[in-house]
T-cell receptor, first 111, second 115 residues
Framework: KQEVTQIPAALSVPEGENLVLNCSFT??????LQWFRQDPGKGLTSLLL???SQREQTSGRLNASLDKSSGRSTLYIAASQPGDSATYLCAGVDSNYQLIWGAGTKLIIKP | ETGVTQTPRHLVMGMTNKKSLKCEQHLGHNAMYWYKQSAKKPLELMFV???????ENNSVPSRFSPECPNSSHLFLHLHTLQPEDSALYLC??????????????FGPGTRLTVL
């Protein structure tokens, strides 16, 4: 059964730092990978989608990569800002075409 | 605003009550989903509807009953819930369930508390 682990569970860094969030899968057979952001008390917003034929995607200060052979994905945030504070979740599409979710990394950017 | 709305945003109910959660999407999507999000746990997929047909029921207790009258609306009927059912219930929609590159769009959720 596919399981997703996100490390760290929580992270607090000063504004301006570059940071990396990690996501790993027990089964490397995933089709695509998404990163989402969730603000307190709100739903999820899709940030980046890496499709099965891709290795990375970039949007502004965000870069997500996917290494299927190792079952790992990283989300890189450059020049972090207080507005980046949120919980970040990764989800992979498994062989049943279902999204399998990590528990998230709670990120706090200190001004 | 993602184009997916949920009502109510907050709900407190007793164990003997019957209530319903509503989700509506304005994106022209054909698939809709119910998820349960408990504190510090991964999202749990509950139900999937694709073109109004239920395609997934992840061993959800029968005290949760979904209804999808059309591709734009999704309901979750609740009855005789337990305190451990307290959670954030999220609705999502996508173009087609299981499609390559398909992205889900989420509503803001309903925070449910069962007393």
């Amino acid at each position: 059964k596919q399981e997703v682990t996100q490390i760290p569970a929580a992270l607090s860094v000063p504004e301006g730092e570059n940071l990396v969030l990690n996501c790993s899968f027990t089964d490397s057979a995933i089709y695509n990978l998404q990163w989402f952001r969730q603000d307190p008390g709100k739903g999820l917003t899709s940030l980046l989608l890496i499709q099965s034929s891709q290795r990375e995607q970039t949007s502004g200060r965000l870069n997500a990569s996917l290494d299927k052979s190792s079952g790992r994905s990283t989300l890189y945030i450059a020049a972090s800002q207080p507005g980046d504070s949120a919980t970040y979740l990764c989800a992979g599409v498994d062989s049943n075409y279902q999204l399998i979710w990590g528990a998230g990394t709670k990120l706090i950017i200190k001004p | 605003e993602t184009g997916v709305t949920q009502t109510p945003r907050h709900l407190v109910m007793g164990m003997t009550n019957k209530k319903s959660l509503k989700c509506e999407q304005h994106l022209g999507h054909n698939a809709m989903y119910w998820y349960k999000q408990s504190a510090k746990k991964p999202l749990e997929l509950m139900f999937v509807y694709n073109f109004k047909e239920q395609t997934e029921n992840n061993s959800v207790p029968s005290r949760f009953s979904p209804e999808c009258p059309n591709s734009s609306h999704l309901f979750l009927h609740l009855h005789t819930l337990q305190p451990e059912d307290s959670a954030l219930y999220l609705c999502a929609s996508s173009q087609v369930a299981g499609g390559e590159g398909d992205t889900q769009y989420f509503g803001p959720g309903t925070r449910l508390t069962v007393l």
